[in-house]
């Protein structure tokens, strides 16, 4: 069964605008982390933000948050003010269990793309 | 402080050949994770290094992989032979041991199996 799902493989978004990057999880564990992760065109993996699943409040970094919502198990990217450097590939993540000797899993991605 | 690099950037081999990936995690850092990404497919989990020991190798597609981390220090990645399915970009990733930390990657190796 997949473990993270990201249903959409590409947005577009208007420079400026906020954008909604969607994540859903499974697990049973209790203890686990979320990720997003940006890929742009140069191929690097860049750490966006992260969210634990006993953290009450919503993570923000900058123009990035996290929506996460628990009891639906989901942890949507919110982008606010989109530049056009926003545009590249961006990958939902989880680690499961406690400590940090868990393998992190990826989803799918989804390709941003603004346009000015 | 260096981050997670990768060597080489770029491989291109032919079918049969063997090639040898390396990775240097974070100064510090004991977990070690290799991935890949095949052309337009998601991000697979390879195998995950706690400093020397496999913690966990669940995801090598098979014994023509094999990876080592000698003195939980950097890693490598030998695919040997190579097949045309291997193509893809393998990326690393180092990690310390507590839970609320992300993973650091490196930039990736760009492998092309000819």
């Known amino acids: 069964a997949q473990k993270i799902t990201q249903t959409q493989p590409g947005m577009f978004v208007q420079e400026k605008e906020a954008v909604t990057l969607d994540c859903t999880y499974d697990t049973s564990d209790q203890s686990y982390g979320l990720f997003w992760y940006k890929q742009p065109s140069s191929g690097e993996m860049i750490f966006l933000i992260y969210?634990?699943?006993?953290?009450?409040q919503n993570a923000t970094e900058g123009r990035y948050s996290l929506n996460f919502q628990k009891a639906r198990k989901s942890a949507n990217l919110v982008i606010s003010a989109s530049q056009l450097g926003d545009s590249a590939m961006y990958f939902c993540a989880m680690r499961e269990g406690l400590g940090g000797y868990q393998k992190v899993t990826f989803g799918t991605g989804t390709k941003l793309q603004v346009i000015p | 402080e260096a981050g997670v690099t990768q060597f080489p950037s770029h491989s291109v081999i032919e079918k049969g050949q063997t090639v040898t990936l390396r990775c240097d995690p974070i100064?510090?850092?004991?977990?070690l994770y290799w991935y890949r990404r095949v052309m337009g497919k998601e991000i697979k989990f390879l195998l995950h290094f706690v400093k020397e020991s496999k913690q966990d190798e669940s995801g090598m597609p098979n014994n023509r992989f094999l990876a080592e981390r000698t003195g939980g220090t950097y890693s490598t990645l030998k695919v040997q032979p190579a097949e045309l399915e291997d193509s893809g970009v393998y990326f690393c990733?180092?990690?310390?041991?507590?839970?609320?930390?992300?993973?650091?990657f490196g930039q990736g190796t760009r492998l092309t199996v000819v």
């Open positions: 990733a180092s990690s310390q041991g507590t839970q609320n930390t992300e993973a650091f």
């Open positions: 969210q634990g699943s006993y953290d009450e």
């Open positions: 100064s510090g850092h004991d977990n």
